[in-house]
């Protein structure tokens, strides 16, 4: 199963985003359902309505309801997990999505991300190990 950020849900959507084309590429390689957390949800769903308003929205909408897309249910370790995150990449800020993301990975053993941002190179899993990044 593959992790997804906002950032790609986003460029999924909206044909004029940057890397629309290269997201779209990329998720035809995937197993569906993609698998992402409620504030990485509403990141996407947040930056859509700045993007392009309720369509995009209910364009994320159908990919949840479709199953192409599931919200994974946080535990409380994971939620734990996710508050020490933050303050571990304090400095970079590591942002809520992010550190759901990570104690998400951390909880079912999952490596590769979908996402645009950068910092999932930095981050790492039980600080050892390397998110497998997609796109690459």
Request: proline residues 4%; neutral net charge.
């Amino acid at each position: 199963m593959t992790l997804a950020d906002a950032g790609p849900l986003v460029a999924l959507i909206d044909a004029d985003e940057t890397d629309h084309e290269v997201c779209r590429f990329a998720l035809a390689g995937l197993r569906p359902p993609l698998l992402t957390t409620w504030p990485a949800f509403t990141e996407a769903m947040y930056l859509l309505s700045r993007a392009g308003g309720r369509a995009g929205q209910d364009a994320l909408w159908r990919l949840l309801l479709t199953g192409r897309l599931d919200i994974a249910d946080l535990s409380r370790s994971a939620l734990e997990r996710s508050s020490r995150l933050m303050a571990k990449y304090a400095d970079l800020p590591m942002d809520l999505a992010d550190a759901t993301l990570v104690a998400l990975a951390e909880e079912r053993g999952l490596r590769k991300v979908f996402t645009l941002d950068r910092d999932f190179r930095i981050y790492r899993i039980h600080g050892r190990q390397r998110f497998e990044i997609i796109p690459g």
